[in-house]
T-cell receptor, first 118, second 111 residues
């Protein structure tokens, strides 16, 4: 069973360009999370999605950032008009389908996308 | 809002010694507590987890203890080895989709 797949691993963008980060969850997982990590810091929650639904985007800036998880295909985190402060590692995580409202399943993380804005 | 405090931020131990990392959570509804290990440049990986109906769980050299009354939980690594050097994150979840992560502990095992 392949793990959470993220691509690209490294992404370099100039200021003002768009960045698209992709995440394919583990097989059978329908819950996707995006986290941001600055060097030497912890994991900051950005957004939580289920198939075709954004459940909680409270950690994601309202401007320039958007996320989706379509019925078919990977989850996409999109950053428009990137600025130097967007440089970070972006991790996607997935968890299994919830059964009976039990969310207590561990998160499985991808290898991350390291975004550098020049 | 919900918060998880993690201490210490850095920890150096001699190879073979034990290491203890402590976390305190604020949301009394939290009932699931995973620990993740992140090596430099790599993804966080689950190493052990505990649910609120259990006070202690062990897996070889790693153990986690939970004190629900005091709202804290700890990671214990015995007989540390150089490959245990990494950043360790605790997390607390109240049984919803929310996972609140601690700020991490950088563990260095000195050979």
């Amino acid at each position: 069973n392949a793990g959470v797949m993220q691509n690209p691993r490294h992404l370099v963008r100039r200021r003002g360009q768009e960045a698209r980060l992709r995440c394919s969850p583990m097989k059978g997982h329908s819950h996707v999370y995006w986290y941001r990590q600055l060097p030497e810091e912890g994991l900051k929650f950005m957004v939580y999605l289920q198939k075709e639904n954004i459940i909680d985007e409270s950690g994601m800036p309202k401007e320039r950032f958007s996320a989706e998880f379509p019925k078919e295909g990977p989850s996409i985190l999109r950053i428009q008009q990137v600025v130097r402060g967007d440089s970070a590692a972006y991790f996607c995580a997935s968890s299994p389908r919830s059964v009976g409202g039990d969310y207590n399943s561990p998160l499985h993380f991808g290898n991350g996308t390291r975004l550098t804005v020049t | 809002g919900e918060n998880v405090e993690q201490h210490p931020s850095t920890l150096s131990v001699q190879e073979g010694d034990s290491a203890v990392i402590k976390c305190t959570y604020s949301d009394s509804a939290s009932n699931y507590f995973p620990w993740y290990k992140q090596e430099l440049g790599k993804r966080p990986q689950l190493i052990i987890d505990i649910r609120s109906n259990v006070g202690e769980k062990k897996d070889q050299r790693i153990a986690v203890t939970l004190n629900k009354t005091a709202k804290h939980f700890s990671l214990h690594i015995t007989e540390t080895q150089p490959e245990d050097s990494a950043v360790y994150f605790c997390a607390a979840s109240p049984g919803t989709y929310k996972y609140i992560f601690g700020t991490g502990t950088r563990l260095k095992v000195l050979a």
